[in-house]
């Protein structure tokens, strides 16, 4: 059974730093490995979503990369803002799920910038 | 606008208490899916529909029930709610089964928290 794994739980880092989140998956035979924010009293936004073929995705400050053979991702984001202050979490969708929505969360990794 | 709906936001109740937490989406998604989230555990799928009248089972499904009568609405019942199932839920959507990566995307509700006393 998948299982995902982000660490570290907390973040905090000054305004202006670039940064890393990490991501690991036990089972490497996935359809689509995809990061979501999560603010306070909302609902998840879906940031990038990165196909078994593919390596890596970017939407403007934002980086994803997939390397199944390691089972890991991170997500990187440059030139961090205090907007960027919230949840990360990333999700796998495992081929023996049948289906590329069906989603293992990790538990996500709760970022703070600070101004 | 593209948006999934929950009600209510916030619901306290007693245990035992038959409720239901309602979902709908308006972009014409077939896919259909709820989840709870629990501190240190991420969110865990309760339930999901690929599409009108097709449900079926996620991780957490014992205490609950679902049903998909119209595409745009899959409401969550919890007929006799116990305290473990405070909780803040999700309602999430993404559209066809036919289509391809961007149709893999899901969209969230702003979530319900339950408390069951």
């Known amino acids: 059974k998948q299982e995902v794994t982000q660490i570290p739980a907390a973040l905090s880092v000054p305004e202006g730093e670039n940064l890393v989140l990490n991501c690991s998956f036990t089972d490497s035979a996935i359809y689509n490995l995809q990061w979501f924010r999560q603010d306070p009293g909302k609902g998840l936004t879906s940031l990038l979503l990165?196909?078994?073929?593919?390596r890596e995705q970017t939407s403007g400050r934002l980086n994803a990369s997939l390397d199944k053979s390691s089972g890991r991702s991170t997500l990187y984001i440059a030139a961090s803002q205090p907007g960027d202050s919230a949840t990360y979490l990333c999700?796998?969708?495992?081929?023996?799920?049948?289906?590329?929505?069906?989603?293992?969360f990790g538990s996500g990794t709760q970022l703070t910038v600070l101004p | 606008e593209a948006q999934v709906t929950q009600n209510p936001r916030y619901l306290i109740t007693v245990t035992g208490k038959k409720l239901t937490v309602t979902c709908s989406q308006n972009?014409?998604?077939?896919?259909m899916s709820w989840y709870r989230q629990d501190p240190g555990l991420g969110l865990r799928q309760i339930y999901y529909s690929m599409n009108v009248e097709v449900t079926d089972k996620g991780d957490v499904p014992e205490g609950y029930k679902v049903s998909r009568k119209e595409k745009r609405n899959f409401p969550l019942i919890l007929e006799s709610p116990s305290p473990n199932q405070t909780s803040l839920y999700f309602c999430?959507?993404?559209?066809?089964?036919?289509?391809?990566?961007?149709?893999?995307?899901?969209?969230f509700g702003p979530g319900t928290r339950l408390l069951v006393l």
């Open positions: 990165i196909q078994s073929s593919q």
């Open positions: 972009m014409n998604h077939e896919y």
């Open positions: 999700a796998a969708a495992p081929l023996s799920s049948g289906s590329a929505r069906q989603l293992t």
């Open positions: 999430a959507s993404s559209s066809g089964l036919a289509g391809g990566p961007r149709s893999w995307t899901q969209y």
